[in-house]
């Protein structure tokens, strides 16, 4: 039996729910393994439109489970609503597992993630606010409190008492706010508690079991770009968003993976700060933002938009090694005239293939710029490659060419049907 992982190549926002769906007919188990709340999948199918932010994209088939794995950080009030919402919707969340391995995220991560980002002043990183960060953080810094321990109301007692103090003296000294009630939290998290305690098992062993009756498949959260480690460092999220998360994230083996599918939008879009070479400032930008409804999932943000970078492509496809790439809202592409690729960059002089290391480096590189003719035709009905506009079919060509990795699938709208499959591989 084999294991896919679906990642994104881009800022993240690539639409990696959509292909996750679409794939997990076909397997017995999805599993989320990274990344908290701060992430936003839009799933639309038969039962309805849905944006989760914890649960897998596969929840909505039947016959398939679904695990959240010990590398994501769980709000577990944020859990525990979008379970309610989907069960309000008919759909069975029994076959969902939670790692008893992950890290919860507490009330002072959310207080805490909001007075640091506020003391940042123009220096801010973006952050969802939503206690991401310093609750990663506290898992490094061995201070964090896991699922398992909420379990043994003894043992949460007795930690939450230690680490409250100490952040209790963080709150009230450095940031002069009122210090948090340990009796609050205490009774809070033990009600969430009992209301998750059936969905939770050793997910380490439930993935490597499915693979003894089917196919796994693995949903990476935000994108490459945002890495920990690969990332525009400091502006990314706090876990590995790449592929390598997925092992980290579930205790799968690394020569278990089989394929990795890159996600990546037709053109570019970033939430947050943080340079990106791309980006368009001019109504063309607001084109993009207006027909693609680029707003954040999870923040409501308005995202960044840019044309396709493939010098940003060319990075994730050689630290992801992709298998295959699919492009997503590429129908938002259709009545543009002339399109524009970043084949790379300009620094001093010199010509880029990737992104340097240092944001304040790639912040000064300058586009390198080809121009394509666009297509200007619908494609939003089109379910086959050879009946795609010549121009269609050559921006696919001569994006495959400058990342290093061929199109696989090419999505064209929001539903599961308006996908055109390239190669069969997919």
Not at 148 to 174: G, M, P, Q, S, W
Not at 197 to 205: A, I, N
Request: charged share 25%.
């Amino acid at each position: 039996m084999s294991v896919t992982a679906v990642v994104g190549g881009q800022w993240g926002d690539e639409g990696k729910g959509k292909i996750v769906d679409l794939l997990a007919e076909e397997v017995s188990l999805v599993a989320r393994f990274s990344g908290g709340n701060n992430a936003g999948h839009t799933v639309i199918n038969e039962f309805g439109k849905f944006q989760l932010h914890l649960i897998p994209s596969g929840i909505f088939y039947p016959h398939v489970d679904c695990v959240i794995g010990n590398g994501t950080v769980i709000n577990p009030k944020v859990l525990i609503d979008e379970i309610d919402a989907l069960e309000e919707q008919g759909i069975d969340v029994s076959r969902l597992s939670i790692s008893d391995r992950a890290h919860v995220i507490m009330p002072y991560h959310l207080l805490i993630d909001g007075l640091e980002e506020d003391a940042r002043g123009a220096a801010a990183i973006g952050t969802t606010r939503r206690g991401i960060g310093p609750a990663y953080t506290d898992k490094v810094s061995r201070l964090g409190i896991r699922v398992c321990d909420l379990l043994d109301r003894n043992l949460f007692e007795r930690r939450l008492r230690a680490v409250l103090e100490y952040k209790n003296d963080i709150i009230t000294r450095v940031f002069e706010t009122e210090p948090f009630s340990f009796d609050e939290i205490y009774e809070e998290y033990c009600a969430y508690t009992d209301r998750l305690r059936p969905f939770v098992r050793d997910t380490s062993l439930v993935v490597n079991q499915a693979l003894d009756k089917g196919d796994v498949l693995l949903e990476g959260a935000q994108g490459t770009m945002l890495d920990i480690d690969f990332g525009t460092y400091p502006y990314v999220t706090s876990s590995p968003s790449a592929a390598w998360g997925g092992c980290l994230g579930l205790g799968l083996s690394p020569t278990k993976i089989d394929k990795l599918f890159g996600v990546f939008k037709a053109y570019l879009t970033r939430v947050g700060e943080g340079p990106m070479p791309s980006e368009l400032k001019d109504d063309c930008g607001e084109t993009l933002r207006e027909r693609g409804c680029e707003f954040g999932t999870t923040t409501g943000r308005p995202r960044r938009c840019g044309w396709f970078d493939a010098a940003v492509a060319r990075f994730s496809v050689r630290v992801n090694d992709f298998s295959g790439l699919a492009l997503t809202k590429f129908d938002v592409l259709d009545t543009l005239s002339t399109l524009k690729i970043c084949t790379g960059y300009k620094l001093d002089g010199e010509v880029l293939d990737s992104p340097p290391p240092n944001v304040s480096v790639l912040g000064r590189c300058q586009p390198i710029w080809e121009e394509l003719p666009g297509w200007q035709k619908p494609t939003s009905d089109i379910r086959k490659f050879e009946d795609l506009p010549r121009e269609a079919q050559a921006y696919v060509r001569r994006i495959e060419e400058l990342a290093g990795c061929p199109v696989d699938l090419i999505s064209v709208g929001s539903r599961r049907d308006q996908s055109i499959v390239v190669r069969e591989t997919f």
